[in-house]
């Protein structure tokens, strides 16, 4: 039995307009500017404290604190309006992968876990996947746990698994987990980035990523 891990933000989900905008107005109820788009984007991936460390390391926590419970509010009501969508091929690649008997499919996401419910719920992906690993549990990535998590809970040893991440965070976290990292070049982090966190390929789309996947598992 061979794992895979996806990320979500990025990788699955193109959720960038929803991400800085609310980012934007969690910076406004702390009375700061956000930064360019650019360095929001930059972050994703992370668990929302760090992230918000990063992009406002002059702030103090108090105002952090403002910054993130802003930003979750203004998560939460882009969410209600608008869900994120999926991007080209997305679908066709996780029915496949999830029809295999060989396979099993995991998630291992910086969003909360009420974030990723509300995102499968909406695409109707409940049943695709054995292992749901989110921020609310883990140290942020790069940090591996959320991946060690995943093996344990699918069976599966690290030498049998592979994780899909569009930023070096998922590269550095596959590498500290003991597996490969497969980058995609349609998210937020530069085909570089990926590269010099030594990504095993940098999928150009998701009918190549589902091959590289299938081959990885012949």
């Known amino acids: 039995m061979r794992l895979v891990v996806f990320d979500v933000d990025g990788t699955l989900v193109d959720s960038q307009h929803h991400i800085v905008s609310a980012m934007t107005e969690g910076f406004a109820a702390a009375g700061l500017t956000a930064p360019p788009r650019a360095e ?6 992370l668990s929302l404290p760090v992230a918000v460390a990063q992009l406002a390391p002059l702030a103090d926590l108090p105002v952090q604190s403002r910054i993130v419970e802003g930003y979750r509010a203004a998560y939460l009501q882009a969410r209600m309006q608008e869900t994120a969508p999926l991007y ?3 679908r066709d ?7 295999r008997p060989d396979l099993r499919l995991a998630v291992a996401t910086g969003k909360s876990r ?3 419910d509300a995102m499968l719920e909406a695409h109707g992906l409940e049943g695709h996947f054995v292992s749901l690993q989110t921020a609310d549990g883990h140290p942020s990535k790069p940090h591996p746990a959320m991946l060690w998590a995943a093996l344990a809970e699918a069976g599966a040893a690290a030498d049998r698994a592979v994780m899909v991440g ?4 998922d ?3 596959a590498r500290a987990a003991g597996m490969p ?3 995609v070049s349609w998210g937020y982090h530069p085909a570089a980035a990926l590269d010099a966190a030594g990504a095993a390929l940098i999928a150009g789309d998701f009918s190549g990523l589902t091959k590289a996947i299938e081959d990885w598992a012949a």
């Open 88 to 90: 080209p091929g997305a």
């Open 114 to 116: 009420r974030g990723l």
């Open 171 to 173: 590269m550095d976290m």
């Open 166 to 169: 569009d930023t070096s965070f």
């Open 93 to 99: 690649c996780l029915d496949r992968l999830a029809g």
């Open 181 to 183: 990292g497969f980058g």
């Open 40 to 45: 929001v984007l930059g972050i994703v991936g």
